[in-house]
Structures are given as C-alpha cells and as structure tokens.
C-alpha cells in the first residue's frame, strides 16, 4: 500500500497526528524510520516528517506555520479592535477577527493601524478601549500564525444577524459573526 503526502494546515489537530505516527514509526517492533526537516524562509516554517516502516512505503506529513512580524503596537491595536468588535465571543471567534484583521494588512499592503482605523471599517475600535492580556494573547497566537479559517483568507466580517452583503464569498459562522474572504493560495 502507498501512502501519499499529508498537508496540514491546522497546528493544534496535527501535534496529534504527528506524535501518533511518530511513536508507530519509532517502535523497535515496527523497525520504522523517521526523518525530520524544517525549512524556514520569509516567515514561513515548513516541518516536513517522513515516516517509514516494512508496512507502508512511507508517510510525509507537513505542517506549515506562517508568522507575522507584528509589533507591540500592532498588537495593542489588534487587542483594542477586538475588544469592541467581539469581546462576547469565545477564542475562535476573537481569533478569527484577528486572522482577518491580519489578512486584510497583507493583502492591502497596508499597516495593521491603517487597517482598524480605516473609516467605516473595524467599528468597534477605539482608542479609549482597554488593551486586556487575553486579547494580546489572542493577537499574539492570530501572529504566530494560528487561524480560525485555516484554509481561508479572510477579508470581512458581520454580525450574523446583518442583512449586509459582500462581494466576498461566505466562509463560515463563529458565535455571532459570518466571516467572508477566499481559499487561500499557496
């Protein structure tokens, strides 16, 4: 039996994987081989883990993080935005608000600040909102390069109730808000 390539987008789901495969192929029982590399370039960590055995031919696994340089500052934006845009909502929810706030910077080539203070844009932020050490964290994880829609840029967002439309196609519900943007390209 052949096995093809594995791609993981998702960190947290693909520890479990990894660690299950890896303690398979490293019985002495199984013989298995393992190998192990990590290519880093542009803010982009590509962990490449081989596995085989006399079983199976072999089993590539990949697990891809992209990080974001942000600075504190960023971060404090992030945090302020998501205090007013979504502090109701659960860590998925906050971290989605956050991908997508990051999303958009890329995509316009625009700073973090420009985005949220856009006019008519991230309503929710204000200077005057508190910077609390959940929301860095959460700001801080959406840097590292976790996402709530790993296979999705997102560009926008509503309150899910909102009749409003937009000309980017709907990816999901989280709490109380729709989440729109594209597939990502990679």
């Known amino acids: 039996m052949k096995l093809m390539p594995v791609r993981l987008m998702i960190m947290l789901g693909c520890t479990i994987l990894i660690s299950s495969i890896l303690s398979f192929g490293n019985t002495k ?11 880093t ?6 962990k490449r883990i081989s596995v085989s055995n006399e079983e199976t031919e072999s089993v590539t696994i990949e697990e891809i993080k992209i990080s974001h340089e942000l600075s504190d500052e960023d971060l404090k934006y992030i945090a302020k935005t998501l205090y007013g845009e979504c502090r109701g909502e659960d860590d998925l929810g ?6 997508c706030i990051i999303d958009r910077s890329e995509a316009n080539n625009k700073s973090i ?3 949220v203070t856009a006019k008519n844009q991230f309503q929710g932020y204000r200077t005057s909102n508190p910077v609390l050490s959940e929301l860095i964290d959460i700001a801080e994880r959406a840097a590292s390069g976790e996402r709530a829609f790993p296979n999705h840029e997102v560009y926008n967002f509503r309150r899910s109730n909102s009749t409003k439309n937009w000309f980017t196609p709907y990816i999901g519900k989280i709490g109380n808000h729709a989440f729109y943007g594209e597939m990502r390209r990679n």
Do not use: F, T
């Open 113 to 115: 600040r420009d985005i």
């Open 94 to 99: 906050r971290l989605a608000v956050a991908q």
């Open 41 to 46: 370039m542009n803010d982009v960590d590509i």
């Open 29 to 39: 029982e199984s013989g298995g081989i393992v190998s192990e590399s990590i290519l």
